[in-house]
Protein backbone atom coordinates (compact mmCIF):
# COMPACT_ATOMS: atom_id res chain seq x y z
CA UNK A 1 0.00 0.00 0.00
CA UNK A 2 2.55 2.55 0.71
CA UNK A 3 4.48 2.47 -2.48
CA UNK A 4 1.01 2.95 -4.24
CA UNK A 5 0.29 5.81 -1.73
CA UNK A 6 1.87 8.70 -3.47
CA UNK A 7 0.64 7.93 -6.58
CA UNK A 8 -3.15 7.90 -5.20
CA UNK A 9 -2.81 11.55 -4.40
CA UNK A 10 -2.05 12.75 -7.68
CA UNK A 11 -4.98 10.74 -8.95
CA UNK A 12 -7.59 10.57 -6.34
CA UNK A 13 -9.55 12.71 -4.27
CA UNK A 14 -9.00 13.29 -0.49
CA UNK A 15 -11.81 10.98 0.46
CA UNK A 16 -11.17 8.53 -1.35
CA UNK A 17 -7.24 7.86 -0.13
CA UNK A 18 -7.94 8.13 3.23
CA UNK A 19 -11.10 5.49 2.13
CA UNK A 20 -8.65 2.71 0.83
CA UNK A 21 -6.03 3.53 3.57
CA UNK A 22 -8.57 2.77 6.54
CA UNK A 23 -9.90 -0.59 4.63
CA UNK A 24 -5.63 -1.51 4.75
CA UNK A 25 -5.12 -0.40 8.52
CA UNK A 26 -8.29 -2.05 9.19
CA UNK A 27 -7.22 -5.24 7.71
CA UNK A 28 -4.00 -4.78 9.93
CA UNK A 29 -5.30 -4.75 13.16
CA UNK A 30 -7.74 -7.63 12.48
CA UNK A 31 -4.28 -9.76 11.58
CA UNK A 32 -2.38 -8.10 14.39
CA UNK A 33 -4.68 -9.05 17.08
CA UNK A 34 -5.40 -12.76 15.44
CA UNK A 35 -1.82 -13.04 16.01
CA UNK A 36 -1.81 -11.26 19.57
CA UNK A 37 -4.53 -12.65 20.96
CA UNK A 38 -2.49 -16.50 21.10
CA UNK A 39 0.92 -15.01 22.12
CA UNK A 40 -0.60 -13.12 25.20
CA UNK A 41 -2.31 -16.06 26.36
CA UNK A 42 0.79 -18.01 26.40
CA UNK A 43 2.47 -15.31 28.09
CA UNK A 44 -0.53 -15.12 30.64
CA UNK A 45 0.07 -18.93 31.27
CA UNK A 46 3.91 -18.54 31.46
CA UNK A 47 3.87 -15.68 33.65
CA UNK A 48 1.22 -17.94 36.15
CA UNK A 49 3.61 -20.88 35.95
CA UNK A 50 7.06 -19.15 35.89
CA UNK A 51 6.72 -15.80 38.86
CA UNK A 52 10.06 -14.78 38.14
CA UNK A 53 11.62 -11.45 37.01
CA UNK A 54 12.70 -12.90 33.19
CA UNK A 55 8.84 -12.74 31.95
CA UNK A 56 9.14 -9.50 30.02
CA UNK A 57 12.65 -11.50 28.08
CA UNK A 58 10.23 -14.35 27.33
CA UNK A 59 7.72 -12.39 25.94
CA UNK A 60 10.08 -10.10 23.59
CA UNK A 61 11.35 -13.14 22.50
CA UNK A 62 7.87 -14.91 21.30
CA UNK A 63 6.80 -12.07 20.08
CA UNK A 64 10.48 -11.82 18.17
CA UNK A 65 9.86 -15.71 17.12
CA UNK A 66 6.77 -15.29 15.54
CA UNK A 67 7.56 -12.01 13.93
CA UNK A 68 10.12 -13.68 12.08
CA UNK A 69 8.33 -16.53 11.23
CA UNK A 70 5.57 -14.39 9.95
CA UNK A 71 8.05 -12.44 8.05
CA UNK A 72 9.72 -15.53 6.13
CA UNK A 73 6.12 -16.56 5.42
CA UNK A 74 5.56 -13.60 3.60
CA UNK A 75 8.98 -13.57 1.70
CA UNK A 76 8.72 -17.12 1.01
CA UNK A 77 5.84 -18.93 -0.02
CA UNK A 78 7.00 -22.37 -0.39
CA UNK A 79 7.55 -22.48 3.45
CA UNK A 80 3.58 -22.72 3.93
CA UNK A 81 3.64 -26.54 2.66
CA UNK A 82 6.75 -26.60 5.12
CA UNK A 83 4.75 -26.70 8.23
CA UNK A 84 6.47 -29.36 10.36
CA UNK A 85 9.55 -26.84 9.58
CA UNK A 86 7.53 -24.20 11.31
CA UNK A 87 6.55 -25.96 14.09
CA UNK A 88 9.82 -26.74 15.02
CA UNK A 89 11.23 -23.40 14.47
CA UNK A 90 8.60 -21.68 16.68
CA UNK A 91 9.17 -24.64 19.45
CA UNK A 92 13.08 -23.77 18.88
CA UNK A 93 12.38 -20.19 19.62
CA UNK A 94 10.06 -20.53 22.57
CA UNK A 95 12.90 -22.50 23.91
CA UNK A 96 15.51 -20.35 23.45
CA UNK A 97 13.02 -17.56 24.49
CA UNK A 98 12.48 -19.34 28.00
CA UNK A 99 16.45 -19.99 28.38
CA UNK A 100 17.74 -16.89 27.77
CA UNK A 101 14.95 -15.73 30.19
CA UNK A 102 15.66 -17.37 33.08
CA UNK A 103 19.90 -16.92 32.39
CA UNK A 104 20.57 -13.57 31.41
CA UNK A 105 18.40 -10.79 33.79
CA UNK A 106 20.57 -8.28 32.79
CA UNK A 107 18.35 -7.54 29.44
CA UNK A 108 15.45 -6.81 31.17
CA UNK A 109 16.45 -2.93 32.00
CA UNK A 110 17.21 -2.06 28.25
CA UNK A 111 14.34 -4.15 26.90
CA UNK A 112 12.53 -2.26 29.16
CA UNK A 113 13.59 0.84 27.67
CA UNK A 114 12.55 -0.01 24.35
CA UNK A 115 9.17 -1.75 24.98
CA UNK A 116 8.58 1.69 26.44
CA UNK A 117 9.25 3.38 23.47
CA UNK A 118 7.38 1.06 21.20
CA UNK A 119 4.50 1.67 24.08
CA UNK A 120 4.62 5.36 22.23
CA UNK A 121 4.74 3.93 19.11
CA UNK A 122 1.54 1.58 18.97
CA UNK A 123 -0.54 4.33 21.22
CA UNK A 124 0.12 6.20 17.84
CA UNK A 125 -1.05 3.20 16.04
CA UNK A 126 -4.25 2.57 17.46
CA UNK A 127 -5.20 6.01 17.23
CA UNK A 128 -5.31 5.63 13.71
CA UNK A 129 -6.88 2.48 13.30
CA UNK A 130 -9.49 4.20 15.67
CA UNK A 131 -9.57 6.92 12.98
CA UNK A 132 -9.95 3.80 10.18
CA UNK A 133 -12.57 2.39 11.72
CA UNK A 134 -14.56 5.32 12.54
CA UNK A 135 -14.30 6.63 8.73
CA UNK A 136 -15.05 2.07 7.41
CA UNK A 137 -18.07 2.65 9.39
CA UNK A 138 -18.64 6.27 8.00
CA UNK A 139 -18.11 4.73 4.72
CA UNK A 140 -20.57 2.21 5.05
CA UNK A 141 -23.72 3.81 6.81
Known amino acids: ML???PS???RFNLSEVLGA???TLM???LESVLI???LILLAYIYVKIQDDDGVLLFI???FATSLVIALALH???ALWARKSLLALTWIFGLAASWFFARIFHSFADPLNSLLG???LLISVYLIVDIFAIVIVIGRNL
Open 3 to 5: WDF
Open 8 to 10: WLL
Open 21 to 23: SAY
Open 27 to 29: FAL
Open 36 to 38: AIP
Open 60 to 62: AGV
Open 75 to 77: LND
Open 117 to 119: RLA
